[in-house]
């Protein structure tokens, strides 16, 4: 038996998170866990590059050329099989998943989202869009949320959760870099742990 949860990030851009990932890990602070496949379903994402310089193993599947949602879902599952994934990270993931691929994973698949769930969330609202509707609604404080993924778009339990204030003069660019420095790179790494060291001990009990 494994002494740490093995696992997969999904990616589909740069992988900032993912990067916040592999540098708390590399401080130490992700003890029970350990990044043992990135996947990406958009070829050429910078993520990728990110990944192969941490000597970590990567993969492409994309839900066009796979030929649907169904081809699509197998093949993530047959990946993250393969790898023996413990764990799935959504960072930056844009792909949806149904119902179908989410329960096979209670409880192991998390996610960030750049607002404090239950404001600005669910289906289209992702990267900048989240920042403008808080600078269009007005709010004063706004923040990041990891939680638990279900079938419903950023319906699954918190996990954690981290404000950050919304300054005079913000653009939904300065926003969504305060956000990712003040609370995205902050809570996930934390969450991956505390999740990790729960898959682990329930390893360990079973």
């Not at 589909?12 to 990932?21: D, K, M, R, V």
């Not at 990567?58 to 023996?84: D, H, S, W, Y």
């Not at 790179?185 to 079973?206: A, D, G, N, R, Y």
Request: hydrophobic share 45%; aromatic share 4%.
């Amino acid at each position: 038996m494994s002494a740490k949860a093995r696992i997969a990030v999904l990616v589909s851009g740069g992988g900032t998170n993912l990067q916040a990932i592999l540098d708390a890990s590399a401080r130490g602070e992700i003890p029970d866990g350990e990044v043992v496949l990135v996947i990406s379903d958009r070829s050429g994402a910078y993520a990728l590059e990110r990944a192969q310089k941490a000597g970590i193993p990567t993969m492409e599947i994309n839900k066009k050329a796979c030929g649907g949602q169904v081809p699509f879902e197998q093949q993530l599952i047959a990946a993250l099989t393969t790898n023996r994934v413990d764990l799935i990270v959504l960072a930056g993931f844009l792909s949806i998943l149904t119902e179908n691929f989410t329960t096979l994973y209670t409880r192991r698949i998390i996610n960030v989202h750049p607002s404090l769930i239950p404001s600005f969330c669910g289906a289209g609202f992702y990267g900048l869009k989240v920042h403008q509707a808080a600078l269009d609604r007005g709010v004063k404080v706004t923040g990041a949320t990891v939680h638990f993924v279900n079938e419903i778009p950023d319906g699954g339990e918190i996990i954690a959760q981290k404000a950050v204030d919304i300054q005079p003069g913000d653009t939904p660019e300065i926003l969504q870099r305060r956000v990712m420095e003040q609370a995205e790179w902050i809570i996930l790494p934390k969450s991956v742990e505390i999740i990790s060291k729960e898959i682990i001990s329930t390893m360990k009990s079973e």
